[in-house]
C-alpha cells in the first residue's frame, strides 16, 4: 500500500472532513437529545408542577398588572412631598422578585411594600438590599407571626415566652399591657421551626438568660395544661425580643 504524502494539503484535507464529520454527528446528537427533550418536557407538562407553571405563566401579565394597581394605590398614600425616585437595585431586583411570587400572597405584600418603601424619602436610607433574600426566606407563617408581634402591645418591651420541653417543642407567648393582670394573657401557640428561622435571620432573639417573673410563668403553665391545650412535662422560661434589624425590616416590608 502505497504511503499517503503528509503535508499541509492533506492534514488540511483530513481536519476538512473530520470537521463536517464531526458537524454531522452533532447534528444527529442534538436531534435525539431534542426528542428526549420534549418528551420529558412534554412528561413535566403533564404533572401538577407543569400544571402550575403553566397556569402562572399565563395569569402572570394579569396578576403582575393587579400587583402594580395596588403598588399605585399605595404609593399615592405617600405625602406627595415624601416622594421620591427608587434606587436601581431594590427596583430591579425587587420587582424580578416579585414577578416570581405573584401566588404567594404573604411575600407578594412584602416585595409590594418594601418597593414602596424605598419611593419615600422617609424610609429609603433604610432600605437594605438584604431584606430582598431575607422576604425569600419566609414562610407565610413566619411572615403572619411577625405581624402578630407588630400588632402587639409588647412589641417595644418584649414578650414572656416559654419553651416546651417535649417532642413538639412549642413556644407559647403572652403580650398583656399589664403583666399583674394575669386573666388578660394572649397565647400564641408556635412551632419551634418558625422560631429558630427568624432567629436564624436575626429578626427576633430568645437570650440564653432567664428572665423570671414566676408568676407570669405560674399563670402561663397553668394555662397550657388545659384540655385544649398541650400536655407540657416541663419547660423554661424566657423572654422573646423583636432585634433593631428585625424592627426595621418589619417597618420597611410589613405594612
Known amino acids: 500500500m502505497d504511503e499517503i504524502p503528509v503535508n499541509a494539503e492533506t492534514i488540511n484535507t483530513a481536519l476538512s472532513i473530520a470537521s463536517d464529520s464531526t458537524e454531522e454527528t452533532r447534528k444527529e446528537m442534538d436531534k435525539i437529545a431534542a426528542k428526549g427533550f420534549n418528551k420529558l418536557a412534554q412528561f413535566f407538562w403533564a404533572t401538577p408542577i407543569g400544571i402550575k407553571a403553566d397556569v402562572y405563566i399565563q395569569e402572570r401579565p394579569y396578576k403582575m398588572k393587579k400587583a402594580l394597581e395596588e403598588m399605585k394605590k399605595k404609593y399615592e398614600k405617600i405625602p406627595e412631598e415624601n416622594r421620591t425616585e427608587p434606587t436601581s ?31 419615600d424619602n422617609q424610609k429609603q436610607g433604610k432600605v437594605l438590599p438584604s431584606y430582598i433574600e431575607i422576604i425569600k426566606q419566609l414562610s407565610k407563617d413566619d411572615a403572619i407571626f411577625l405581624k402578630t408581634l407588630k400588632n402587639s402591645s409588647s412589641y417595644i418591651r418584649g414578650f414572656f415566652c416559654i419553651e ?54 405560674d399563670k402561663l403553665y397553668e394555662l397550657i395544661h388545659q384540655p385544649t391545650m398541650i400536655n407540657v412535662v416541663k419547660y423554661t422560661p424566657r423572654i422573646l425580643s423583636v432585634t433593631d434589624f428585625g424592627k426595621n425590616f418589619i417597618d420597611i416590608c410589613l405594612s
Open 89 to 119: 437595585y431594590i427596583a430591579l431586583k425587587g420587582i424580578n422578585e416579585l414577578n416570581y411570587c405573584l401566588d404567594e400572597n404573604h411575600l407578594k405584600e412584602m416585595f409590594e411594600t418594601l418597593l414602596i418603601s424605598d419611593m
Open 164 to 217: 416546651l420541653h417535649n417532642k413538639d417543642k412549642y413556644i407559647l407567648l403572652e403580650y398583656s399591657d399589664n403583666n399583674d393582670k394575669l386573666s388578660d394573657f394572649n397565647i400564641v401557640k408556635l412551632d419551634s421551626i418558625i422560631i429558630d428561622n427568624l432567629i436564624r435571620l436575626r429578626l427576633i432573639e430568645i437570650p440564653d438568660r432567664i428572665f423570671v417573673n414566676q408568676k407570669v410563668y
